[in-house]
């Protein structure tokens, strides 16, 4: 065996390697998400929204932070945030963003909107949340 081939031997199990941590780290990140769920249902079973939507519990909890503003009014980024992660910050204002974004995605397919209030924050538009609304009972 030369040394060229031991190399790309190794280059080769290390790349498997790789493969196998990062698989290993979005089954770790499924299951504290699966775990956060089941912890959610066994907390309050009669009072969790059935959405007909697959949301990950994340995404419900911005969503649920969404309905609860006033209508006119506007979910700050920083409740987004607090909604989100539990914590006050605002070290990964990114991830808010992304996730705003991937609840649209989400909830385009009833034409549900998710507004931009520019410099302050979020808000679920007026005939948009009576399509949640409706939705949700219709869930249940």
């Known amino acids: 065996m030369t040394g060229f081939t031991q190399l790309s031997s190794t280059a080769a199990r290390f790349a498997r390697q790789d493969a196998y941590h990062a698989e290993l780290a979005a089954l770790r990140r499924r ?31 911005l969503l649920d932070a969404l309905i609860a503003v006033p209508a006119g009014s506007f979910l700050t980024k920083e409740g987004a945030y607090r909604a989100l992660y539990g914590l006050d910050g605002d070290q990964l204002e990114k991830g808010v963003d992304v996730a705003i974004c991937k609840l649209r995605q989400r909830l385009r397919c009833d034409d549900i909107v998710i ?15 009576a399509k949640i609304e409706a939705a949700i009972a219709a869930a249940r």
Do not use: C
């Open 115 to 129: 507004e931009l209030v520019w410099g302050a924050g979020y808000r679920v538009a007026a005939e948009s949340r």
């Open 31 to 61: 299951n504290e998400e699966l775990e956060e769920e089941v912890r959610l249902l066994r907390q309050s079973p009669d009072t969790a929204r059935h959405y007909p939507w697959r949301l990950s519990p994340r995404l419900r909890r």
